[in-house]
């Protein structure tokens, strides 16, 4: 038993076996694969992974799988690596894609004690916050996404995600917070690149309302 006892103590930590590409793009495109891990290095599966573009806002989003790893086909060039994870904060690399090499990046998340939008609303005054998330037929965030929220007894009055910031905390992306909203009905319109234009009712009469609204591609060019 001692000796069985020793060699637990000293053996080196678990280390998950390497993530395997599975997707082979081709046409110039290039596989971005890695490994979302926290502090300890053990694994956190089904990370939302986030790749943005530096010169503009395009982001692709992947999901991490049970083993904690993930793959986004992209074009070279230099991008903002991120994950989100519920009770852990957002990280951010810089990484540089390029043919040259094996584009592998790990990230390591840390633990947050953030665990969800915090709402701003006076239930005294009939005002409410609400926050709308815009998704793919995979349930991946739509990024970037416009909207408006206008009252349908008076149009003229209109909330827009321009003047508020998209949420970033633990939760997908592709999101929008609107502090403040009297109740009442309103029209919601959002616009995305490569996505029809979604308008539909939106209801306010609680303190706080979250919405998940399902975006629908455009058809591919022949």
Same mark, same amino acid.
């Given at each position: 038993?001692?000796?069985? %006892?020793?060699?637990?103590?000293?053996?080196?930590?678990?280390?998950?076996?390497?993530?395997?590409?599975?997707?082979?793009?081709? =046409?110039?495109?290039? %596989?971005?694969? =890695?490994?979302?891990?926290?502090?300890?290095?053990?694994?956190?599966?089904?990370? %939302?992974?986030?790749?943005?573009?530096?010169?503009?806002?395009?982001? @692709?989003?992947?999901?991490?799988?049970?083993? &904690?790893?993930?793959?986004?086909?992209?074009?070279? &060039?230099?991008?903002? %690596?991120?994950?989100?994870?519920? =009770?852990?904060?957002?990280?951010? *690399?810089?990484?540089?894609?390029?043919?040259?090499?094996?584009?592998? $990046?790990?990230?390591?998340?840390?633990?947050?004690?953030?665990?969800?939008?915090?709402?701003?609303?006076?239930?005294?005054?009939?005002?409410?916050?609400?926050?709308?998330? $815009?998704?793919?037929?995979? &349930?991946?965030? /739509?990024?970037?996404?416009? $909207?408006? /929220? #206008?009252?349908? !007894?008076?149009? #003229?009055?209109?909330? @827009?995600?321009?003047?508020?910031?998209?949420?970033?905390?633990?939760?997908?992306?592709?999101?929008?917070?609107?502090?403040?909203?009297?109740?009442?009905?309103?029209?919601?319109?959002?616009?995305?690149?490569?996505?029809? *234009?979604?308008?539909? #009712?939106?209801?306010?009469?609680?303190? $706080? !309302?979250?919405?998940?609204?399902?975006?629908?591609?455009?058809?591919?060019?022949?």
């Amino acid at each position: 038993m001692l000796p069985f %006892l020793l060699a637990l103590a000293f053996a080196p930590p678990y280390a998950p076996p390497p993530c395997t590409p599975l997707l082979s793009p081709g =046409g110039g495109l290039i %596989l971005v694969h =890695g490994r979302i891990v926290d502090p300890t290095g053990a694994v956190i599966p089904h990370a %939302l992974v986030r790749l943005k573009t530096t010169t503009n806002d395009h982001s @692709s989003y992947a999901k991490a799988d049970g083993a &904690g790893c993930y793959q986004i086909v992209t074009s070279p &060039g230099k991008y903002m %690596l991120q994950a989100s994870s519920q =009770g852990f904060a957002i990280p951010t *690399r810089s990484i540089v894609v390029t043919t040259a090499e094996d584009n592998s $990046f790990d990230l390591t998340l840390s633990v947050s004690f953030y665990s969800g939008p915090i709402v701003v609303a006076d239930e005294s005054t009939n005002s409410a916050s609400i926050r709308i998330c $815009f998704v793919d037929p995979l &349930g991946l965030p /739509v990024d970037p996404v416009r $909207f408006t /929220v #206008k009252t349908i !007894v008076n149009p #003229k009055h209109t909330y @827009s995600s321009e003047q508020n910031t998209p949420a970033e905390g633990p939760t997908p992306w592709g999101c929008g917070n609107i502090y403040s909203v009297p109740w009442g009905e309103y029209t919601l319109t959002a616009d995305a690149p490569g996505f029809e *234009r979604v308008q539909q #009712k939106v209801v306010s009469e609680h303190t $706080f !309302v979250n919405q998940t609204v399902p975006m629908t591609p455009l058809p591919a060019k022949p």
